[in-house]
């Protein structure tokens, strides 16, 4: 009964290259959500998703940052370019439909920038 | 503009005492509450939640109150026990999650 997953664990970038967090969600869950946690501060949300659909990227920077959860294989995060800033603890989590309230944390993802 | 905010960042009690954890929050729209609970270099686990339409919510050591007026909500946990040192986050829902900054509880033996 495995959970949220996420890899890689730890990722580290230099300033400029590109970064690629994966996400596979709890069996049975096809709703995807990301979140990035800065140091000392709370979860903030990034994207939710569904299969081939974005459903509300509010809080994804304009530039730089994409997310995709295609039809076959897990959600993918990507930070072109990325700078010292991007440096944080990414979090995906995972929701069936209708229960988009209750959602399931993956181990998190730590991305940092030289 | 935070509109859920844990004033405390810090908590500490001793085992077997109560740990009440405060949140409020700003956005009437809110329908739902929850808590998570996160040890270091893990992604935060569900703990706990309450409906709008209630005001308290029990699950074994650990009780949810919200109060609607003033805006507030608190969790129990009674009696604390060592295992539960760890970051508490509240989170509120209108169409998604929004996070408090979260409270370091260390409950000492």
């Known amino acids: 009964n495995a959970g949220v997953m996420q890899n890689p664990r730890h990722l580290v970038r230099r300033r400029g290259q590109e970064a690629r967090l994966r996400c596979s969600p709890m069996?049975?869950?096809?709703?995807v959500y990301w979140y990035r946690q800065l140091p000392e501060e709370g979860l903030k949300f990034m994207v939710y998703l569904q299969k081939e659909n974005i459903i509300d990227e509010s809080g994804m920077p304009k530039e730089r940052f994409s997310a995709e959860f295609p039809k076959e294989g897990p959600s993918i995060l990507r930070i072109q370019q990325v700078v010292r800033g991007d440096s944080a603890a990414y979090f995906c989590a995972s929701s069936i439909p209708g229960f988009q309230e209750t959602q399931y944390f993956g181990p998190g993802t730590r991305l940092l920038v030289l | 503009d935070q509109q859920v905010k844990q004033n405390s960042p810090s908590l500490s009690v001793q085992e077997g005492r109560i740990s009440i954890l405060n949140c409020d929050y700003t956005?009437?729209?809110?329908?739902?509450f929850l808590w998570y609970k996160k040890y270091p270099a893990e992604g935060p686990t569900f703990l706990i939640s309450i409906s709008s339409i209630k005001d308290k919510n029990e699950d074994g050591r650990f009780t949810v109150f919200l109060n609607k007026s003033a805006k507030h909500l608190s969790l129990h946990i009674v009696p604390s026990q060592p295992g539960d040192s760890a970051v508490y986050f509240c989170a509120a829902s209108a169409s998604r999650l929004t996070f408090g900054e979260g409270t370091q509880l260390t409950v000492n033996p």
């Open positions: 956005n009437s729209m809110f329908d739902y």
């Open positions: 069996k049975g869950h096809s709703h």
